[in-house]
């Protein structure tokens, strides 16, 4: 698999709570290859958490910043890029990707996203009066674009092991 892939990285697409850091980061281990996390990477290059980022510098500025560490990522060479939910809607770093990586979707229904985000109040675009109506409002909008990715992997409930085979399957 990873002398198919070239210098070609995998990516990770996909909403929130699809797990695309706990199934990349396997992944990765999996099949020997390295492992990296846009949103993390683009909080060491921002010294700042992302609800920082968002709160201090507003989204445009941090889809800036995605953008382009989308791009220093994909230049880098063959690795598991686990992207944050966002990224992939942007035409640019699409075109990258196409370019330079196989792309991923993770998808998974409203119920298990919800499932896994619910508690979590660290991700700024579900910190209003209604997160709920928000994550079916992002299915909504952001599936026709994910549908674009190379690959499909259905998210079932259970394991992330259980998605990092079917991605090994599939690529
Ligand atoms: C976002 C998803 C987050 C993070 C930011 C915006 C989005 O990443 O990049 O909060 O627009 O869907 P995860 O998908 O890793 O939570």
């Keep these: 698999l990873v002398r198919a892939l070239g210098r070609r990285s995998i990516v990770l697409v996909g909403l929130m709570g699809s797990g695309k850091t706990s199934t990349g980061r396997r992944l990765a281990h999996r099949i020997g290859l390295g492992f990296v996390d846009a949103d993390s990477e683009i909080e060491t290059a921002a010294g700042m958490s992302i609800s ?15 953008r382009r560490i989308m791009a220093r990522l994909l ?16 035409e640019e ?6 370019g330079g990586g196989i792309s991923v979707w993770l998808k998974a229904d409203f119920d298990v ?10 991700r700024p675009l579900l910190r209003n009066a ?11 909008q952001r599936y026709p674009v994910y549908a674009k990715a190379d690959l499909t992997i259905v998210s079932r409930d259970g394991p992330h092991e259980l998605a990092v085979e079917d991605i090994i399957a599939e690529v």
């Design 113 to 122: 996203l919800w499932r896994r985000v619910r508690k979590r109040s660290h």
């Design 93 to 98: 770093t699409r075109a990258r990707i196409a």
């Design 75 to 90: 230049e880098e060479g063959p690795r598991v890029i686990a992207t944050g939910g966002g990224a992939f809607l942007n």
């Design 52 to 66: 920082d980022i968002f709160e201090q510098h507003g989204e445009a500025y941090f889809r800036d910043g995605e």
């Design 130 to 140: 209604d997160p709920e109506q928000t994550m079916r409002l992002l299915i909504e």
